[in-house]
């Protein structure tokens, strides 16, 4: 895991406890971003050569200077490569769709949403970052700095954190079980855990799983039976235990 | 009641609290103007969550519970403490006041920064003058032969691209060459002492061979309607680059690090007025310095008034700093 915890103190004296981004996630966001940068340049070239060849935007003729022509195609893709971070940071308050994808966002160094300043900052030092080819002077200061972050982010006062978007409709669904099963919470959190995770678990080891949970939440749950029961109905078990139907 | 019961029902009876808290953030995330009741809420949901957080910490230790409620504590963090939306009155102070000061605080590198450039074209001027067969060092075969058949590389340039486009390349050059020159501070100044140093080379040295064939003057003339304001915007660049560099090698803060920042954050409120500058700068050597029909006096008119309209800009006089005191 690449996972470093950055505490803040906060107006309420409750601290805020932040995971700092690594250079995975970093670099995870980043190459997201490129090709989404990347596409949409080459859409606005394609769509600009399909206008071209249906007349809406028909090319300059021979002897006239083509300005008008030449910019129309150059300046939307120059836009695009140029401004998209700043503008996604900007209009994304400290997010962009590839750092979404990431799930890390971008904070000033107390937590708060980095201002319109410190994001153009941040991207004007992508100059220094990107030497001498492909990031690695960014990626280096990475590796080596306690906030994971690059220079740009040192000069504006910024890292990335970890964005757990999903965690509070977690809480709430945790809070809402709890309401209606006996289970204690830890068992509780195991169990929902497991529920959330079972798709993408291989089937024999979601089936194993399973088994070592109800033996610990449902003692009454003969050891055999659970042994013949499969997957699909030792996760039926555990959701109506969830759901307080079962005996616990 | 159990202790396992006791959390239980915390966890039972907070869940529509939570519930109605991601409404709030959701809604908060949305609206670009927050009335007095939606941030009154908000900052009472922050306050909640603190309360939870706390509960949490303390009974639950890092579960799940506790680890979900940090994120979303961190997030009701991040949505109160936002920064203001720029106003007309903030960029208008950006201008008026702010840039100037910063200008101020750059004169003593600007100084140094000027006699590097000069003393930089100058040695650029002698290695040429000296040592004719060096000019492949800064300039490309084909524009030593424009050069040795009589012609400037930059005559007939409307011909082979509009000036339209001829302004943009330019710009963009120029303020990525400026942008450079500040950055590159951060390697202690010795960056930004590099560039201008290396930018004072080539056109002392550029001068110096078209001289040899008599052409000195027509590289000045096509020079001085831009130049005037395009080299000083490059060399107040340079002198922020320095300032930077001086911020890492002479902290006046606690650290080398708040220093830096400190320095930038600065720095980053002079940058849109140069980058400005260098736009019209642009379109000046887009529309004017290339086209023959601009004769010597109209072009040194172009290039004193508008070096005289960045004064006054980077003063903030032409914001109306003098009458807004």
């Known amino acids: ?248 | 009641m159990s202790e396992a019961s006791g959390t239980r029902g915390w966890l039972a009876a907070r869940a529509p609290v939570w519930r109605t808290l991601g409404q709030i953030a959701a809604k908060t995330r949305r609206s670009r103007n927050l009335s007095v009741e939606g941030a009154q809420e908000l900052l009472d949901g922050y306050r909640s969550l603190a309360r939870d957080l706390a509960t949490a910490r303390r009974t639950l230790g890092g579960s799940v519970v506790t680890n979900a409620l940090e994120g979303v504590y961190g997030s009701f963090h991040a949505l109160i403490d936002r920064p203001p939306r720029n106003s007309g009155a903030a960029v208008l102070r950006l201008l008026r006041t702010e840039a100037p000061a910063v200008m101020r605080s750059l004169s003593a590198p600007l100084l140094g920064v000027t006699a590097l450039f000069v003393l930089s074209a100058c040695a650029g001027w002698w290695l040429i003058a000296t040592f004719p067969e060096l000019v492949g060092l800064i300039a490309s075969e084909e524009m030593v032969t424009k050069v040795e058949h009589g012609e400037l590389w930059t005559d007939g340039l409307l011909n082979i691209t509009p000036s339209s486009v001829l302004s943009i390349r330019i710009f963009s050059n120029n303020i990525a060459v400026s942008i450079a020159a500040v950055c590159f501070g951060i390697f202690y100044g010795l960056g930004t002492f590099y560039l201008i140093a290396l930018n004072g080379l080539m056109l002392g040295a550029a001068f110096a061979f078209t001289h040899q064939y008599g052409m000195a003057g027509a590289l000045f003339k096509f020079v001085v309607a831009h130049g005037t304001v395009e080299l000083s915007v490059i060399c107040i660049a340079g002198a922020a680059g320095l300032s930077l560099g001086e911020s890492l090698a002479r902290p006046k803060l606690a650290s080398r690090l708040e220093s830096f920042q400190q320095r930038v954050a600065q720095l980053a409120k002079l940058l849109p007025l140069l980058g400005a500058l260098l736009i019209v700068c642009g379109l000046i050597e887009g529309y004017v310095s290339p086209d023959p029909s601009f004769p010597l006096a109209s072009r040194l008119v172009i290039g004193a008034c508008y070096f005289l309209v960045m004064l006054a800009a980077l003063s903030g006089r032409l914001f109306g700093a003098g009458r807004a005191a």
């Open chain 1, 1 to 248: 895991m690449d996972r470093d915890e950055f505490t803040i103190a906060s107006a309420t004296g409750v601290e805020v406890k932040l995971d700092v981004a690594g250079a995975g996630s970093r670099a995870y966001a980043f190459i997201i971003d490129f090709h989404i940068r990347l596409i949409l340049a080459i859409a606005w070239f394609v769509a600009f050569a399909l206008l071209s060849i249906g007349h809406v935007f028909p090319p300059p003729k021979s002897h006239d200077t083509p300005t008008t022509y030449i910019l129309a195609a150059i300046l939307p893709a120059l836009a695009i490569y140029f401004l998209y971070h700043p503008v996604a940071e900007v209009l994304m308050r400290g997010r962009t769709p590839g750092k979404r994808t990431a799930k890390v966002r971008l904070v000033t160094t107390s937590g708060a949403t980095p201002s319109t300043g410190a994001i153009l900052i941040r991207n004007l030092f992508r100059l220094v970052d990107s030497l001498p080819a492909l990031y690695v002077v960014g990626l280096a200061c990475t590796l080596v700095t306690a906030r994971n972050v690059r220079i740009g982010d040192l000069a504006a006062g910024t890292m990335l954190v970890h964005d757990r978007t999903d965690a509070l409709a977690a809480l709430v669904a945790l809070g809402s079980l709890a309401g209606q099963t006996k289970l204690d919470t830890a068992a509780l959190e195991v169990a929902r855990d497991l529920l959330e995770r079972w798709r993408t678990l291989e089937d024999s080891h979601r089936a194993m799983l399973a088994r070592a949970l109800l033996r610990r939440i449902d003692p009454g749950a003969d050891r055999l039976s659970l042994e013949m029961t499969d997957a699909p109905d030792l996760r039926a078990r555990i959701e109506s235990i969830l759901r307080g139907e079962a005996a616990q």
